[in-house]
C-alpha cells in the first residue's frame, strides 16, 4: 500500500493543504478545462473516497461559478472532478467545501491562467 501511496504522491502536482486532519492536493488543468481535488487522511495516508465537494470558482472578471465535483477513479487515482472553462486569463478563486466524515471542511486555492 505504502508503494501506491508513494507513486501518487509522485504523479501529482499542485498545492496542497490541511484542514482538520485532511490532505486537501489540487490540481488545475487549464487547457483541459479539469479541476481535480485529491483528499487524504493527513495521520493514515489513507485516500479519502466518501466526500460531498463542490466548489465557487470566482473567475478574473469577477463571475462566480459554483460545480458539484462527483469523485471518480482514474486508473489507480481517486480525486473529485470536474471541467471548467479557464479560457480567460488572470487570477482564479477556488473556494471548495468538503462534506467528511461528519465535518464540513473550507480549502482555498488559487490559481492564475497567463
Known amino acids: 500500500m505504502a508503494q501506491k501511496d ?3 504522491e509522485h504523479q501529482m502536482e499542485g498545492e496542497t493543504k490541511v484542514v ?4 486537501g492536493r489540487f490540481k488545475v488543468q487549464p487547457s483541459m478545462g479539469m479541476l481535480d481535488l485529491y483528499l487524504t487522511d ?24 459554483e460545480k ?5 477513479k482514474m486508473g489507480e487515482l481517486f480525486s473529485f472532478m470536474n471541467t471548467l472553462d ?10 471548495i467545501r468538503v462534506d467528511v466524515e461528519k465535518k464540513r471542511l ?3 486555492f488559487g490559481y492564475e491562467v497567463k
Do not use: C, W
Not at 44 to 58: E, H, L, Y
Not at 68 to 72: S, T, V
Open 68 to 72: 458539484d465535483l462527483p469523485g471518480m
Open 20 to 23: 482538520d486532519g485532511i490532505k
Open 42 to 65: 493527513e495521520k493514515t495516508d489513507k485516500v479519502i473516497t466518501q466526500a460531498r465537494v463542490r466548489v465557487a470558482v470566482i473567475s478574473p472578471d469577477g463571475r462566480k461559478i
Open 106 to 108: 473550507n480549502f482555498l
Open 6 to 8: 508513494h507513486k501518487m
Open 86 to 95: 479557464m479560457s480567460m486569463k488572470g487570477k482564479y478563486s477556488f473556494n
